[in-house]
T-cell receptor, first 120, second 109 residues
Framework: GAVVSQHPSWVICKSGTSVKIECRSL??????MFWYRQFPKQSLMLMAT?????????EQGVEKDKFLINHASLTLSTLTVTSAHPEDSSFYIC????????????????FGPGTRLTVT | GQNIDQPTEMTATEGAIVQINCTYQ??????LFWYQQHAGEAPTFLSY??LDGLEEKGRFSSFLSRSKGYSYLLLKELQMKDSASYLC??????????WGAGTKLIIKP
């Protein structure tokens, strides 16, 4: 079954509004969460890495004031796209990393199902 | 710099075998992952190799040679549902995943 949930799965918003995307690890404590963006027919692009209780580390070229990340607990991280514009329309995917007894692996990344954002 | 290379696209026939190669140059190595990603969906885990050799899991096998900086994913008895992108990713010395661009696999009947 799914180990990482993401909500909403898709969202349409108007230009200038903000959108919040939630990512939850369901059966393990995610010490680290990652946020990716993927444009059609392109590879995953890491936006930021966040560790529980500390500020996110953003990749070069990603505006931290536009893409607000909060990792307040070991099971929840949120990404808020502020003042969204049409060029922000993309597939946003979170992934979580932490030790799961069932796999015995600490560094595998479990992906959420993704959120398709369309800004009109 | 860090670099992961894999073919952009491959085509194979249903029922056949296909091998997807991945070469890497990274700062440190703590394992290599293969993920499958269907169009419009998030990646799903296929395999993890940290030691040299072949890991077999059903129709899928993954091979690693650390000295050569090389891995391959072998898919047997191909099915139409195997049409997807296959992503190679290396865990570097900082335990960060470095992603390849993915190989789009097209299966023909």
């Amino acid at each position: 079954g799914a180990v990482v949930s993401q909500h909403p799965s898709w969202v349409i918003c108007k230009s200038g509004t903000s959108v919040k995307i939630e990512c939850r690890s369901l059966d393990f404590q995610a010490t680290t969460m990652f946020w990716y963006r993927q444009f059609p027919k392109q590879s995953l692009m890491l936006m930021a890495t966040s560790n529980e209780g500390s500020k996110a580390t953003y990749e070069q070229g990603v505006e931290k004031d536009k893409f607000l990340i909060n990792h307040a607990s070991l099971t929840l991280s949120t990404l808020t796209v502020t003042s969204a514009h049409p060029e922000d329309s993309s597939f946003y995917i979170c992934s979580a990393r932490g030790f799961r007894e069932t796999s015995g692996m600490e560094y595998e990344q479990y992906f959420g199902p993704g959120t398709r954002l369309t800004v009109t | 710099g860090q670099n992961i290379d894999q073919p952009t696209e491959m085509t194979a026939t249903e029922g056949a075998i296909v091998q997807i190669n991945c070469t890497y140059q990274t700062s440190g190595f703590n394992g290599l992952f293969w993920y499958q990603q269907h169009a419009g969906e998030a990646p799903t885990f296929l395999s993890y190799n940290v030691l040299d050799g072949l890991e077999e899991k059903g129709r899928f096998s993954s091979f690693l040679s650390r000295s050569k900086g090389y891995s391959y994913l072998l898919l047997k008895e191909l099915q139409m549902k195997d049409s997807a992108s296959y992503l190679c990713a290396v865990l570097d010395s900082n335990y960060q995943l470095i992603w390849g661009a993915g190989t789009k696999l097209i299966i023909k009947p």
